[in-house]
């Protein structure tokens, strides 16, 4: 639980984080859907460039972007056992006993493995580099012209925004109480399978209370500095551009306009 880093913001001064919130979220979209075009490695190499750089400016450290990859190394290595019994097309690889391995199979795989991991660099980045309250109003500022339509954009921001701030939290929580349950023997690691079962219902439970406890607190000081749902609000604090994010939005949006031209080029 120590690994998981989204959600996390980290105060340093760099490029990335001067940028506007606005800008941020943008460009996370922009990359989003080029990792689903079907531009082949050579699409995927131009984004990790892209993020290479952007991880370079942003004064992040490699071992911090490593740590955001560690919580889905079993889900890729799920994902790659269930292509290699699934897809059976391409040419066989490997052939032993009863098990065949396929090229699509593998190359299917590293496709969804690629996508993943820039995915998760992706939103590392937002987060890492943008305070929870410049997320909001960076998101409510997007969804404005939804308000014509009856959207209460500020309250789907700020549901956003805690749901980003909170994962930090509840997974300290959770640690919090893996440490109080091992001190009273309770063990997670080694058992039966019903010793297991019943070790993890001891963590979660105690979480689930602490999650519902702290919504109240949560509501409790909303409501005590006077936030009412659905009302008009006032800001302190106003977003505005500079030239390096009419930069950076040049930059990204070039960066989309060359994948799909690879894309139509195939």
Request: aromatic share 12%; hydrophobic share 55%.
């Amino acid at each position: 639980m120590n690994n998981v880093t989204l959600g996390k913001y980290l105060p340093l001064n760099s490029f990335v984080h001067r940028l506007d919130p606005r800008t941020k979220i943008c460009v996370m979209f922009v990359l989003l859907v080029g990792i689903f075009l079907p531009c082949g490695f050579i699409g995927y190499g131009i984004i990790g460039l892209f993020l290479l750089i952007s991880v370079f400016l942003s004064k992040l450290s490699v071992g911090y972007i490593w740590k955001s990859f560690k919580p889905t190394l079993i889900t890729l290595a799920f994902l790659l056992v269930i292509n290699i019994f699934v897809i059976k097309t391409g040419d066989v690889l490997i052939s032993f006993w009863k098990i065949t391995i396929y090229k699509d199979a593998l190359i299917q795989t590293l496709y969804i493995v690629v996508r993943l991991l820039l995915m998760i660099v992706i939103t590392t980045l937002l987060t890492a580099t943008t305070k929870p309250l410049d997320l909001t109003l960076g998101i409510e500022d997007l969804l404005i012209p939804f308000e014509k339509l009856g959207f209460r954009t500020h309250d789907l921001a700020m549901m956003i925004s805690l749901a980003l701030r909170f994962i930090p939290t509840l997974l300290e929580e959770a640690q919090r109480i893996l440490k109080a349950q091992a001190s009273r023997g309770v063990d997670m690691e080694n058992g039966s399978f019903k010793e297991k079962i019943t070790a993890i219902l001891s963590l979660i439970v105690p979480l689930f209370v602490s999650c519902f406890q702290k919504a109240d607190d949560l509501a409790d000081a909303m409501e005590a500095r006077g936030y009412i749902v659905g009302a008009k609000r006032v800001r302190y604090k106003q977003l505005k551009f500079a030239w390096y994010d009419f930069a950076v939005l040049f930059v990204s949006n070039g960066l989309l306009a060359l994948l799909i031209y690879i894309w139509l080029s195939k």
